[in-house]
């Protein structure tokens, strides 16, 4: 069974970083896009970064300079360093990647557990 197991997460205060990270483990053959998505209480869950097997990225606009996604393909592992951080950040972030199973015949998506983020003021 494929897993992505995100880490990295906890409190931090307004101004500070994080990183998170999270690996994709089991049967994999291949592995598109990975990305980072967070959902905040009452909210719904929205993009903050993907970035694709080449290393091509894309950012929510609230996150843009202060957020970076990067991935090491080696290790089927994406992360997300978090910079600059606000109280509006708080939320769970989620990662995800569409992924092909061994004996898999196209890209299916999966998503992590989550981990909270909580930056205080």
């Known amino acids: 069974q494929v897993q992505l197991v995100e880490s990295g997460g906890g409190l931090v205060q307004a101004g500070g970083s994080l990183r998170l990270s999270c690996t994709a483990s089991?049967?994999?053959?291949?592995?598109?896009?990975m990305g980072w998505y967070r959902q905040a209480p009452g909210k719904q869950r929205e993009l903050v970064a993907a970035i694709t097997v080449g290393g091509s990225t894309n950012y929510a606009d609230s996150v843009k300079g202060r957020f970076t996604i990067s991935r090491d393909n080696a290790k089927n592992t994406v992360y997300l360093q978090m910079n600059s951080l606000k109280p509006e950040d708080t939320a769970v972030y989620y990662c995800?990647?569409?992924?092909?199973?061994?004996?898999?015949?196209?890209?299916?998506?999966?998503w992590g557990q989550g981990t909270q983020v909580t930056v205080s003021s």
């Open positions: 995800n990647a569409i992924l092909v199973e061994v004996g898999g015949d196209y890209g299916e998506l999966y």
């Open positions: 089991g049967s994999i053959f291949s592995i598109n896009a």
